[in-house]
């Protein structure tokens, strides 16, 4: 199986993962992966698609230099505008997903968005998320694109005010991991908030710490990844054709 074939098949996985975990909203929502180190060229869903009837055959090879005229006409011009512009500016985000995950996007709504470290895995996203405040309706427009792309930055992932979430990450991997745990520390932050209670918040020093832990070159990411792969496999479930 070549390189490209190779990340079809993961990207679909993660499709059909993603479905199985309520990340997308109805036939929203697009994930998309670069199999070269520019971000150039990159791999998206169709336009309108719901996550869990992706195959690996589905899925648009796109060229982030490509005029507009040329793109496909299943391809949703917001998927263009976001993915398109961060691929060919921020080449190091090799994977980029972005949902309406319930928990993130219930935070994303809040009037301080801030994932606070009051666990390890609240912690582990310690001055490590950019948040948007801007929102100004459907990112449909290369401009809209572009202010995401700088509001980024280097960040891990984007906070996006008043509807969802992206994150990025070296491999399809490391970014689904990194979503994964994104999804739940959001989902304990909020918890801890409706209990009326004040937060216990861990102090600077060992949030950092607890961060850097993380940071293990992505084995974590590759084994949980595989795993969730085989609980599609065990399921039978047909993805990669």
């Not at 801030?114 to 929102?135: G, H, V």
């Not at 980024?152 to 969802?164: C, F, I, P």
């Not at 689904?176 to 918890?191: Q, S």
């Amino acid at each position: 199986m070549d390189a490209i074939a190779k990340l079809r098949t993961d990207l679909a996985a993660l499709f059909r993962i993603a479905a199985r975990l309520d990340w997308p909203e109805a036939v929203a929502n697009h994930c998309s992966v670069a199999p070269s180190a520019d971000g150039r060229h990159f791999l998206i869903n169709p336009r309108w698609r719901y996550f869990g009837s992706l195959h690996a055959s589905d899925l648009l090879l796109l060229d982030a230099r490509a005029p507009p005229e040329s793109l496909p006409p299943d391809l949703d011009l917001t998927a263009w505008a976001i993915h398109g512009t961060i691929h060919a500016h921020l080449p190091q985000a090799r994977c980029i997903l972005h949902v309406h995950a319930p928990y993130a996007t219930a935070l994303s709504c809040l009037a301080d968005r801030e994932i606070k470290p009051i666990d390890q895995t609240s912690a582990r996203f310690y001055r490590r998320i950019a948040i948007d405040t801007q929102y100004g309706g459907m990112a449909d427009n290369a401009a809209e694109g572009m202010r995401l792309t700088r509001a980024l930055g280097d960040k891990q992932a984007l906070m996006l005010g008043n509807h969802g979430v992206l994150v990025v990450g070296d491999s399809i991997a490391q970014a689904f991991d990194a979503l994964y745990h994104l999804e739940r520390a959001c989902r304990t932050l909020l918890l801890a908030y409706s209990s009326g209670q004040p937060l216990s918040l861990l102090s600077p020093e060992i949030a950092e710490k607890t961060a850097r832990s993380w940071e293990d070159g992505g084995e974590f990411a590759r084994a949980h990844f595989e795993q969730m792969k085989r609980l599609l496999e065990a399921d039978g479930v047909r993805y990669a054709d």
